[in-house]
């Protein structure tokens, strides 16, 4: 296959590459930011619709590498955060096991942070206020619009158990629980229940902590145990700092937020990655390019996912829209998703090197 650099049938900037012309941004970008540059230089992102392309493209970046560069920016940082939320777990269940051996044997002090003792004689709108214990306080939200928020006074050690969620038990979700946590049988699919913490008559101080916006701000862990949800710090919470908890991704959803960490889908260290595109999928295995055209070609592979979970992740983890990345590992090429990281990164999600491509009706001879 002869590439051709310089080509003046491809547009400036763009070079010329079998039968297609592309550019190639040694520069970083997130996502957003790469389809804006590409659209600047007057072109889009990679339409990549076959074989024959795919290999065009991948056999001009080995042969003159313009973009290769191994690893991905501030992985240091994103190894770390992932650290923490696998030690975190496992403090979790550590904790569980611990509190379901020694309930009926100790105090609950022993075990969490009870509540604050309630006067005999209160006004029931204020129970949930009442109920917050010392070194802690209800007062308003460090984010916008949201209110109230829990604030620890004290300096409050990691992997410390603050207390127990309370609220209302329902047996359905009726549509408006934006304060419940709904409770798994061991086969974490089937619901058992859920706690409601709406009201502030029947619930505690814990329905004040709201839901963080990224790994940066989230300091408590839900942990479920024995058909109860605990809130546990997940790092050394210092004086008049807000406590800000995760709420799941239902509750993420409608906030547009996404707790996707790229350790999960991705190899931070060993594996080249180039976004080429990004794509739209109408259901399960279904997608379209940015242009709307039907993606017939295509080369994925799942990561570190095992193939029964494959379905799974399409159908719940990757949002409509998302990254199409090329990945280079052991001399093969493959595709790979990349979907909204931005709660583990910075703003935007990513960044990464990035191919546009120039769609000119250019003939060869």
């Known amino acids: 296959?002869?590439?051709?650099?310089?080509?003046?049938?491809?547009?400036?900037?763009?070079?010329?590459?079998?039968?297609?012309?592309?550019?190639?941004?040694?520069?970083?970008?997130?996502?957003?930011?790469?389809?804006?540059?590409?659209?600047?230089?007057?072109?889009?992102?990679?339409?990549?619709?076959?074989?024959?392309?795919?290999?065009?493209?991948?056999?001009?970046?080995?042969?003159?590498?313009?973009?290769?560069?191994?690893?991905?920016?501030?992985?240091?940082?994103?190894?770390?955060?992932?650290?923490?939320?696998?030690?975190?777990?496992?403090?979790?269940?550590?904790?569980?096991?611990?509190?379901?051996?020694?309930?009926?044997?100790?105090?609950?002090?022993?075990?969490?942070?009870?509540?604050?003792?309630?006067?005999?004689?209160?006004?029931?709108?204020?129970?949930?206020?009442?109920?917050?214990?010392?070194?802690?306080s209800i007062k308003l939200s460090s984010i916008p619009d949201a209110g109230l928020g829990a604030w620890a006074e004290t300096q409050i050690p990691i992997y410390k158990v603050i207390g127990i969620?309370?609220?209302?038990?329902?047996?359905?979700?009726?549509?408006?629980?934006?304060?419940?946590?709904?409770?798994?049988?061991?086969?974490?699919?089937?619901?058992?229940?859920?706690?409601?913490?709406?009201?502030?008559?029947?619930?505690?101080?814990l329905r004040y902590v709201n839901c963080a916006r990224n790994s940066k701000e989230e300091n408590v862990y839900p942990v479920f145990c024995d058909g109860l949800v605990f809130y546990m710090t997940t790092e050394v919470v210092k004086p008049n700092t807000e406590l800000l908890v995760w709420y799941g991704s239902g509750y993420g959803l409608n906030l547009g937020i996404r707790h996707v960490h790229p350790e999960d889908d991705l190899d931070l260290d060993d594996v080249f990655y180039v976004r080429v595109s990004y794509l739209n999928q109408d259901y399960p295995g279904k997608f379209r390019f940015h242009d709307n055209t039907t993606v017939t070609y295509t080369n994925w592979n799942?990561?570190?996912?095992?193939?029964?979970?494959?379905?799974?992740?399409?159908?719940?983890?990757?949002?409509?829209?998302f990254g199409l990345l090329l990945s280079y590992d052991y001399r093969q090429w493959s595709w790979v998703p990349e979907k909204d990281y931005s709660y583990f990164t910075d703003r935007g999600g990513l960044l990464l090197p990035f191919v546009c491509e120039h769609r000119s009706n250019v003939k060869f001879s």
């Open 1 to 136: 296959m002869v590439f051709t650099l310089g080509n003046p049938k491809c547009k400036e900037g763009f070079v010329n590459v079998a039968n297609w012309c592309f550019s190639f941004h040694r520069e970083r970008a997130t996502l957003a930011k790469s389809v804006e540059i590409c659209e600047k230089t007057g072109g889009e992102m990679v339409i990549l619709n076959s074989r024959e392309k795919e290999m065009a493209l991948t056999k001009y970046m080995e042969a003159h590498n313009p973009i290769f560069n191994r690893g991905i920016p501030k992985r240091e940082s994103l190894r770390k955060s992932h650290l923490k939320l696998e030690a975190t777990e496992k403090q979790a269940k550590k904790f569980c096991e611990f509190y379901k051996m020694f309930n009926d044997l100790m105090p609950s002090s022993k075990l969490y942070i009870p509540n604050a003792k309630i006067p005999v004689e209160f006004d029931e709108n204020d129970r949930a206020n009442l109920t917050t214990p010392a070194g802690f």
């Open 165 to 205: 969620y309370e609220g209302e038990e329902l047996l359905e979700n009726n549509g408006d629980v934006l304060y419940a946590w709904s409770i798994y049988l061991d086969d974490e699919d089937t619901t058992m229940h859920l706690v409601d913490a709406a009201s502030p008559a029947k619930s505690n101080w």
């Open 302 to 321: 799942p990561g570190k996912l095992y193939a029964y979970y494959k379905e799974k992740y399409w159908k719940y983890d990757v949002p409509e829209a």
